[in-house]
């Protein structure tokens, strides 16, 4: 089916850009972006998201490396500063 969309011209040439990109024609970038949407698996507009708990593995050593520097700091005495 043809029909004809209005948007602003910024976020038209986002979408252009975009589907060139994926080397997709705009029709099939915009027909795909409906189709997330009424999934509701559109991508949240957190693309930091996706990367939430990757560095998971290191939380051990994490805890680790900050009570060696809290005992480590501990032994400095306040006149060795200057």
């Given at each position: 089916m043809k029909t004809t969309l209005e948007m602003p011209d910024a976020i038209f040439r986002k979408?252009?850009?975009k589907?060139?990109?994926?080397?997709i024609p705009l029709r099939q970038f915009v027909t795909e972006a409906v189709q997330e949407k009424?999934?509701?698996t559109a991508p949240?507009?957190?693309?930091?998201?996706?990367?939430?708990g990757g560095l998971r593995h290191l939380h051990k050593e994490t805890v680790r490396i900050n009570k060696v520097i809290e005992e480590e700091f501990g032994k400095v005495e306040p006149e060795d500063w200057q």
């Open positions: 979408a252009k850009a589907a060139a990109e994926e080397g009424l999934n509701g949240a507009n957190k693309p930091w998201l996706k990367f939430a």
